[in-house]
């Protein structure tokens, strides 16, 4: 991550430092602070699109549902990309649940 937003030379000059000054530089390369160049629109890879992982040892849910294909061809595969996740077959989202006020709850 640091090397993605910092730069190589950054990351290189402090590969050893504490967790701690990384995700300071990363801060600040993110809101230009303390003299550094402001990055604009930043995400991590396991949050941009398609997802990917830092390492190849796995175990990044993202990454793992962007594999199984959301692409244009999914829904003629029959995947809806877990839009039907937590319905029932026939029943409708109605919208949100209601909003139960302090005086309902029971």
């Known amino acids: 991550m640091l090397s993605e937003v910092a730069g190589n030379t ?4 402090n590969a050893k430092a504490t967790g701690k000054v990384k995700r300071g530089i990363i ?5 230009g602070a303390n003299g550094r160049a402001k ?17 190849a040892r796995g175990g990044v849910p993202s990454v793992a549902q962007g594999a199984k294909g959301c692409g244009p061809d999914a829904h003629a595969r029959g995947s809806r ?14 919208g949100p649940p209601p909003v139960l006020l302090p005086g309902e709850w029971r």
């Open 10 to 13: 950054a990351a290189t000059a």
């Open 27 to 31: 801060r600040d390369c993110l809101t």
């Open 39 to 55: 990055v604009e629109r930043w995400v991590p890879r396991w949050m941009a699109f398609p997802p990917s992982a830092y390492t």
């Open 81 to 94: 990309g877990g839009a039907d996740r937590g319905l029932r077959q026939g029943s409708a989202a109605a």
